[in-house]
Nanobody
Framework: QVQLVESGGGLVQAGGSLRLSCATS????????MGWFRQAPGKEREFVAA????????RYAAYVKGRFTISKDNANNTVYLQMNSLKPEDTAVYYC????????????WGQGTQVTVSS
């Protein structure tokens, strides 16, 4: 079982930046996909960004591409989401997630961290 703990959320003005962290523990395979998702009030959870644990296959949702960057620190097994040029519509609870060993679905989720962007 993989455990995920997010941190780094907060309140920021439009145009500002935040870096979210996802501390991981448990067994994660090199091919495991790690993802960031978000859920705004009254909306469904949506995909933001993902990458494989080995650093390959990085991909982004169109609405964050060019502004957000997913990365991983191998020394401390932490996945990051650097968010630049934030917009009020980026306001949401952000979740870190890991796929199962078969790569079929996201089976492990963190508790989420709130990001609020003021206009």
């Amino acid at each position: 079982q993989v455990q995920l703990v997010e941190s780094g959320g907060g309140l920021v003005q439009a145009g500002g930046s935040l870096r979210l962290s996802c501390a991981t523990s448990g067994r994660i395979f090199s091919s495991t996909e790690m993802g960031w998702f978000r859920q705004a009030p009254g909306k469904e959870r949506e995909f933001v960004a993902a990458m494989r644990w080995n650093g390959s296959n990085t991909r982004y949702a169109a609405y964050v591409k060019g502004r957000f960057t997913i990365s991983k620190d191998n020394a401390n097994n932490t996945v990051y989401l650097q968010m630049n040029s934030l917009k009020p519509e980026d306001t949401a609870v952000y979740y870190c997630a890991a796929q199962d060993i078969y790569g079929r679905s996201y089976s492990s989720w963190g508790q989420g961290t709130q990001v609020t962007v003021s206009s």
